[in-house]
């Protein structure tokens, strides 16, 4: 039974940072990728920024140069650093963690940023 777990969201004024983090815990196979994806109300779930386990990463058009994904492999924890927010990134972000075919999400945290 894998497991995720996310920490990390809240309020936050325009131009701040938050650090999300998810443990996943469970039988994991080494190979895979973690990620975030958020979704706003009245839209559809979107991806965020994701890190495969060799490090590789992608992040939506709409975050790069402002969020930053990370790993710790031995913990299988992800970590997505978010700087210079702004109230359009307000959404409930869910940790992702993809095995093969087979998707793996956490509860979800808010992050709501204040104009």
């Known amino acids: 039974q894998v497991q995720l777990v996310e920490s990390g969201g809240g309020l936050v004024q325009a131009g701040g940072s938050l650090r999300l983090s998810c443990a996943a815990s469970?039988?994991?196979?080494?190979?895979?990728?973690m990620g975030w994806y958020r979704q706003a109300p009245g839209k559809q779930r979107e991806l965020v920024a994701r890190?495969?386990?060799?490090?590789?990463?992608n992040y939506a058009d709409s975050v790069k140069g402002r969020f930053t994904v990370s790993r710790d492999n031995g913990e299988n924890t992800v970590y997505l650093q978010m700087n210079s927010l702004k109230p359009e990134d307000t959404a409930v972000y869910y940790c992702n963690l993809q095995v093969l075919a087979r998707f793996y999400w956490g509860p979800g945290t808010q992050v709501t940023v204040s104009s």
């Open positions: 890190i495969m386990s060799g490090g590789n990463t």
């Open positions: 469970g039988s994991i196979s080494r190979l895979n990728i």
